[in-house]
């Protein structure tokens, strides 16, 4: 969730000086843009596969475990952290190059680490559970007791309410589970932000120079709907069946800080696709300083451009902060290390799971996708409104594989069609670029095709095996239950879900 905070009561004065603070770094920003002060100015940075991945607790009934904190003790492994919501923890994967088969020694990695962490975590009968939104969490999980004991998680919520003034609202409607069913609403309010806690994904790292930054924005801003279409995983929340990637809503609502009359009056939501192709980074650094209030507006002595004047690169700690705070879908991330500034691109689209090798394959398609268009001879955002590019994003998690997209050239298309004809090919040829070997591009790109060709996501397994449970008599409460078991099964044979048996 980002740097801890402190500070646990603000004045007028302190969200003045902060957002004097924002200001000044964002100019700072802009500065080392122009001198070329960024350590991967004028060349391509060495590629690396850096992730995040959320992960839901569970106990042996496959009710929500409220334990992350004993989870992570007997894990005992830093990788680990904490997250939001007492059933929520995180595996923070360092970067590792991204050529050769290194993503596949990455996979085999991953997989020893969850194993291990899995089986300290059963010693204490809880368990490890890689879903976008876990199926068996229901509304009570919601409450404020639940929020994980780091202050900030108190700190945010506390400043998401203050600023909202209300209880925060969830209004999904989602759709039928089976062909002569109907839509299901969820339509509940709650005073925590916990529900955004309901939303594990995976999140992706991808280091570039600054003056290639917009375009590798732009190309993931583009993909973004047939990202969730392709890998949804998040169908059911409080026993509703909603979108197949229902982050993507219910992250929405459960972090807006604005009351109706505020989103009646045009003001952006916190959690943000954007509004526009951008040139160069500092659009978006610029927009978070025009259009966002502080939410934590903690502030240190160092003037940015101070720094700047003597030969120091700034950390830009106020930037960052506020920056954690806007949750865009493809978010900027300025960073410094051992002294040198660098830039990345954080893709915030996807679920955890429901594999690994599921997770990696995702990866790669992405960043297949975003490398092969970024060379392209004309960028496809050039042949795109940004308009149909967010509204893709809202269909794909909605409609899964049965969406109808719209692609430049092509016109309106279903996402496994689109993937089979035209983006497997342009993936390849940017993991070749990249420098993936053969065998790893073949790997991972083939999970996807079969995704395609079986028209099975993790979401599709899970409404098709809940809807035959509920066919068969049972209740839904029974019938996810029993489904999440299988699913967990599954999880840990660790084959891809496309080749998932009911």
Not at 96 to 118: G, H, K, M, W, Y
Not at 222 to 251: D, K, M
Not at 273 to 301: C, H, K, M, Q
Request: proline content about 5%.
């Amino acid at each position: 969730m980002g740097t801890d905070v402190t500070s646990q009561q603000f004045t007028g004065a302190d969200r003045v000086r902060f957002r004097q603070q924002v200001s000044r770094g964002t100019e700072a920003i802009a500065r080392m843009l122009s001198d070329g002060l960024f350590t991967d100015h004028g060349r391509k940075p060495e590629p690396l596969l850096g992730m995040e991945v959320e992960l839901n607790l569970v106990d042996d009934a496959m009710n929500p475990a409220m334990a992350n904190a004993e989870v992570l003790d007997a894990i005992a492994d830093p990788d680990y952290q904490t997250e939001l919501g007492q059933f929520n923890i995180e595996i923070n994967v360092a970067p590792r190059p991204f050529v050769s088969d290194d993503t596949i020694s990455l996979e085999q990695a991953l997989r020893t680490s969850l194993n291990r962490a899995e089986e300290r975590a059963a010693a204490t009968a809880n368990h490890l559970v890689m879903t976008g939104m876990l199926p068996t969490l229901n509304t009570e999980h919601f409450a404020h007791q639940w929020i994980s004991a780091n202050p900030r998680y108190d700190l945010l919520n506390q400043q998401i309410f203050e600023a909202r003034g209300e209880d925060i609202e969830l209004d999904i409607t989602g759709l039928p589970l089976t062909e002569h069913g109907y839509g299901e609403r969820l339509h509940t309010s709650t005073d925590s932000i916990l529900a955004e806690a309901a939303c594990t994904s995976l999140q992706l790292h991808l280091r570039v120079a600054p003056e290639e930054f917009a375009a590798h924005w732009n190309a993931a801003q583009a993909v973004a709907g047939i990202q969730v279409a392709l890998a949804g995983n998040s169908p059911f929340l409080a026993g509703t069946a909603l979108w197949h990637e229902s982050r993507i809503p219910v992250f929405e609502q459960a972090t807006d800080t604005r009351p109706l009359e505020l989103k009646n009056q045009g003001v952006r939501p916190r959690v943000w696709f954007g509004e526009r192709w951008i040139n160069t980074i500092f659009d978006l650094f610029e927009e978070n300083t025009r259009y966002f209030p502080a939410l934590l507006p903690v502030t240190s002595d160092v003037d940015p451009l101070e720094e700047l004047d003597d030969d120091r690169i700034p950390t830009l700690d106020e930037l960052r902060l506020h920056n954690g705070t806007v949750y865009r879908w493809n978010r900027p991330v300025y960073e410094v290390v051992d002294g040198q500034a660098h830039l990345r691109v954080e893709n915030r689209v996807l679920p955890a799971g429901p594999t690994v090798v599921d997770i990696l394959a995702n990866a790669a398609f992405y960043y297949g996708v975003v490398r092969g268009l970024v060379e392209a001879d004309r960028p496809l955002w050039s042949q795109m409104s940004f308009n149909a590019a967010a509204e893709n994003l809202q269909v794909g998690a909605r409609m899964g594989m049965d969406a109808q997209l719209y692609w430049p050239t092509v016109g309106w298309v279903r996402p496994d069609e689109l993937t089979l004809r035209r983006l497997l090919p342009l993936a390849d040829e940017g993991l070749r670029s990249f420098g993936l070997s053969s065998k790893a591009r073949s790997r991972y790109l083939s999970v996807i095709e079969g995704r395609c060709l079986n028209r099975q996501t993790g979401s599709v397994w899970q409404r098709t095996a809940v809807a035959a449970r509920e066919a068969a008599g049972e209740s839904r409460t029974r019938a996810l239950h029993g489904m999440l078991r299988d699913y967990v099964t599954h999880m840990h044979e660790g084959e891809p879900v496309h080749i998932w048996e009911h």
